[in-house]
């Protein structure tokens, strides 16, 4: 099975290794590891979430403290879409990114987006009128070229050998 490395996107379009474990609670009680997005604040948004597969060392340190997974397998599952499964990184032919900005996430040109989205979650900011923006997780292949927008600024991006670089804009 095919692990990649993960990499987040931040707010303020910010490029760091690896994402945030949270808790999800499918049921009152009940507590399980998944990368969390979007927002349910007065029902405006939509909050998703990618279940996490733990090793036995993380599961055990999850919960206690900030758990960041770095690598890991994107997992298809039958009915509920996808889950990410931590793995140590054995290609860089793609990445797995988190990208919680709360934009718009668009190809190159305005284009469809280069990669497989997993996971997808809506921000909207109280009764704003604006379009809502998302958060989502993507397995990316290498070369791709992608922007995310919001607000009045755009972050244009390249995946290279496992990491996120940022293009500044006069390079476009």
């Given at each position: ?15 760091g ?37 733990l ?21 298809r599952?039958?009915?509920i ?7 140590e990184a ?42 809502p ?13 992608f ?5 009045a ?8 050998q ?11």
């Amino acid at each position: 099975m095919a692990s990649y490395p993960v990499v987040t996107i931040s707010h303020w379009g910010e490029v760091g290794p690896g994402a945030i474990v949270g808790i999800f609670s499918p049921r009152p009680g009940e507590e399980k590891p998944a990368i969390c997005l979007g927002n349910d604040n007065n029902h405006s948004g939509y909050r998703a979430f990618l279940p996490v597969e733990l090793r036995r060392p993380e599961r055990a340190r999850w919960g206690k403290i900030g758990l960041a997974i770095i690598s890991g397998a994107a997992v298809r599952q039958a009915r509920i879409g996808y889950r990410l499964v931590s793995r140590e990184a054995n290609t860089t032919s793609k990445i797995i990114a988190v990208i919680t900005v709360g934009g718009q996430v668009y190809g190159l040109n305005g284009d469809e987006f280069p990669g497989r989205i997993l996971a997808r979650g809506l921000v909207l900011e109280g009764d704003s009128l604006y379009r809502p923006g998302e958060q989502l997780v993507a397995l990316i292949p290498d070369g791709a070229l992608f922007k995310v927008a919001f607000d009045a600024s755009e972050f244009f991006y390249r995946v290279f050998q496992g990491e996120i670089q940022m293009i500044p804009p006069q390079v476009m």
